[in-house]
C-alpha cells in the first residue's frame, strides 16, 4: 500500500462482507420522487422544470405527501442510505392557508421516514416571498411565511414533538437568497445560533440566481452571506455550484460543508461545481439525492470525483475513494446534527456483488465508491433496528402500491 493512500477507517472487510456506515442522503425533496422519467421530454430549463414540480407540490395531500416520501426513503434504505436530510418547504394548504395542526406535512414526511427505518435531519424551511422582488407564484403559496416568527414557531413546535426520539433531528432551511431577504436570513440566522441547530441553504445553484442577487444586493450569494456574516461551522451550502474564488474561500475558511447532489444538478442543467478547489480550500463534502433523479446514492458520491475531472480534464481532481466515502458517511451524520455515527448504524455490501469482486484489499474504498450500486446491498441496520435483510426491505410490497394509487390520482 502507498503511504499516501491509507485505507479508509470506514471500511472493513470480513469474509465476503464489506461493514461500513449507512450512507447519508443529506439532501432531498422526498416529494419530488414522483417527478422521475416525467420530466425528460421537450427542452427547458432549470426553471421550466420548476413549473411542473410547482404543479405537483399544489395537488399534494398530507397522505398523498406520505405515500410518496415513504416510498422514496425505502428506495434510499435498499440502497444503503440510513440517514435522510428533508429540505421540508411544503407547510400550508393550496393557496396558502395554514392547516390547522401547523406542522401536519412535515410530521408526515418525518413519519414516512421513520416507517421506512431511516433516522431524518428535517431541515424546516423558510420561504418568505417568491423572488427578490415578485409576488409569489400561485403554487408557491404552500411554501410561504409571513415573517421568520412563524418560521422559529415551526421550528420550535417540531424539536418538541421530536425531543425524545434520537432518529429525528430538527434543524433550520433557509431556502435561497432568492426567497428569503437579508434581514431574515440574518435573524433566523441569529436564532440557529442560539440553538445550536445546523442550518441549510440552496447557495448559487444557477446563474441567473446569482444574476438576481447581484441586481438586488450588490453581492453575489456567497458574498451576501459573508457580507452579513451568516457562514460559520454548522452551514450547509448546498450546490455551491456558481462561485467567485473569494466565495469558494469564504466557505472553505469558515468550515462549512457543501453538499453536492449531483445527479440532480446534472438532471437540472445546473452547471458545475468547483468541488476540488472547495475542498482544498477547506470546506466539508457531503452528498444529497435531492430530487430524486436518479436512484443511486453510490453515483452520488463518484460523480463529485468524476464531474471534477469533467470540468478541470484532469484525474484525481477532488476527492478520492475514502475521503468521498467520509464525506457520505461521517460528514453526512454531521451535516443533519448527528457529531457522530450512532452505535448500532452499519451498512453491510456483498463482497461478491458482480461489480465489486476483485477490488483490491489496499484501495478497498477506491472499489467500493467507484464500483458499487445499490445492488451490493445486502444488510442494513439503524440504531436496534434491522431495515434491510439479505438484500430485501419488508416494507416495499405495500410502500410501491400506495406510491401507485398517488401517481394514479395526481395530474402533473
Ligand atoms: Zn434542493
Redesign the pocket.
Known amino acids: 500500500m502507498n503511504a499516501s493512500d491509507p485505507p479508509s477507517p470506514l471500511l472493513r472487510h470480513t469474509g465476503d462482507a464489506l461493514h461500513l456506515p449507512p450512507l447519508a442522503s443529506v439532501?432531498s425533496?422526498a416529494f419530488q420522487r414522483a417527478l422521475r422519467g416525467r420530466t425528460q421530454q421537450q427542452r427547458g430549463t432549470f426553471w421550466s422544470w420548476r413549473e411542473q414540480m410547482y404543479r405537483l407540490a399544489d395537488q399534494l395531500t398530507p397522505e398523498q405527501l406520505y405515500a410518496i416520501s415513504h416510498y422514496a426513503f425505502v428506495e434510499l434504505a435498499l440502497a444503503g442510505v440510513g440517514v435522510v436530510g428533508e429540505?421540508h418547504y411544503l407547510h400550508h394548504q393550496p393557496g396558502g392557508r395554514p392547516y390547522e395542526r401547523r406542522t401536519v406535512l412535515a410530521e408526515q414526511v418525518i413519519q414516512a421516514a421513520l416507517d421506512a427505518g431511516l433516522r431524518i435531519g428535517l431541515l424546516r424551511t423558510a420561504y418568505l416571498r417568491g423572488d427578490f422582488d415578485d409576488d409569489p407564484a400561485p403554487a408557491q403559496r404552500r411554501f410561504i411565511d409571513p415573517d421568520p416568527d412563524a418560521v422559529i414557531r415551526d421550528v420550535e413546535a417540531l424539536r418538541d414533538a421530536y425531543a425524545g426520539n434520537p432518529r429525528v433531528r430538527v434543524g433550520l432551511a433557509l431556502h435561497s437568497v432568492r426567497a428569503v431577504p437579508v434581514e431574515a436570513l440574518a435573524e433566523l440566522s441569529d436564532y440557529a445560533e442560539r440553538e445550536g441547530l445546523m442550518v441549510h441553504m440552496?447557495v448559487a445553484e444557477q446563474p441567473r440566481e446569482v444574476e438576481a442577487c447581484l441586481a438586488a444586493t450588490g453581492y453575489r450569494p456567497v458574498q451576501l452571506l459573508t457580507a452579513h456574516n451568516l457562514l460559520h461551522s454548522r452551514f450547509v451550502a448546498?450546490h455551491a455550484t456558481h462561485l467567485a474564488p473569494e466565495e469558494i474561500d469564504a466557505l472553505g475558511q469558515a468550515r462549512a460543508f457543501v453538499c453536492l447532489c449531483r445527479t440532480t444538478e446534472r438532471d437540472l442543467g445546473d452547471g458545475l461545481p468547483p468541488a476540488g478547489p472547495l475542498l482544498r480550500a477547506g470546506a466539508r463534502l457531503c452528498a444529497g439525492t435531492?430530487s430524486h433523479a436518479a436512484p443511486d446514492p453510490w453515483e452520488e458520491l463518484r460523480a463529485v470525483e468524476l464531474d471534477e475531472r469533467s470540468r478541470t480534464l484532469r484525474r484525481h481532481a477532488a476527492a478520492d475513494g475514502a475521503a468521498l466515502l467520509a464525506g457520505g458517511t461521517a460528514h453526512g451524520y454531521a451535516a443533519l446534527g448527528w457529531d457522530h455515527i450512532p452505535e448500532g448504524d452499519e451498512l453491510v455490501l456483498d463482497g461478491t456483488d458482480p461489480a465489486l469482486v476483485g477490488a483490491d484489499p489496499a484501495r478497498l474504498a477506491d472499489g467500493v465508491v467507484f464500483g458499487a450500486t445499490a445492488r451490493a446491498v445486502r444488510g442494513m441496520r439503524v440504531g436496534d433496528r434491522p431495515v434491510i435483510s439479505h438484500g430485501a426491505h419488508p416494507g416495499l410490497p405495500a410502500a410501491r402500491k400506495a406510491y401507485l394509487e398517488v401517481l394514479r390520482e395526481l395530474d402533473f
Request: net charge negative; proline share 0%.
Open positions: 439532501h425533496h429540505f440552496h448546498v435531492d
